[in-house]
């Protein structure tokens, strides 16, 4: 088991299976990425830059695709609460899965220019 496996089964299950599931996004989106525990949470790293990060809440799921990530996606976010670099996923709503995978390609592109 690795450090964010650990970290995900830190939660109660429902939260498992979403931090899960972004994981998964992120890993098929960006296989070159690597995978590491920075901060206290799972971060994914691309070209020696942050990729995104996310983390399990009581409440919510924080994701973070670092402020370029936020402004390209202000009006599909519009339903969450976002900051400058982050968005959280309520526990009580699905997760955009499809959001959450365009977001983190979008990511991968500026990363890769």
Same mark, same amino acid.
């Given at each position: 088991?690795?450090?964010?496996?650990?970290?995900?089964?830190?939660?109660?299950?429902?939260?498992?299976?979403?931090?899960?599931?972004?994981?998964?996004?992120?890993?098929?989106?960006?296989?070159?990425?690597?995978?590491?525990?920075?901060?206290?949470?799972?971060?994914?790293?691309?070209?020696?830059?942050?990729?995104?990060? *996310?983390?399990? *809440?009581?409440?919510?799921?924080?994701?973070?695709?670092?402020?370029?990530?936020?402004?390209?996606?202000?009006?599909?976010?519009?339903?969450?609460?976002?900051?400058?670099?982050?968005?959280?996923?309520?526990?009580?709503?699905?997760?955009?899965?499809?959001?959450?995978?365009?977001?983190?390609?979008?990511?991968?592109?500026?990363?890769?220019?």
């Amino acid at each position: 088991m690795n450090e964010v496996d650990a970290y995900i089964k830190g939660f109660p299950v429902e939260v498992q299976e979403r931090l899960t599931a972004i994981r998964n996004i992120v890993l098929e989106s960006a296989p070159q990425a690597t995978e590491r525990i920075c901060m206290s949470i799972p971060t994914y790293d691309l070209n020696g830059k942050w990729l995104v990060h *996310f983390a399990g *809440f009581k409440k919510h799921i924080g994701f973070y695709p670092q402020p370029e990530g936020i402004v390209a996606f202000k009006e599909k976010l519009s339903d969450y609460k976002t900051s400058k670099g982050t968005v959280q996923f309520p526990l009580g709503k699905p997760l955009p899965l499809d959001l959450i995978r365009e977001i983190v390609r979008f990511r991968v592109e500026e990363q890769l220019k």
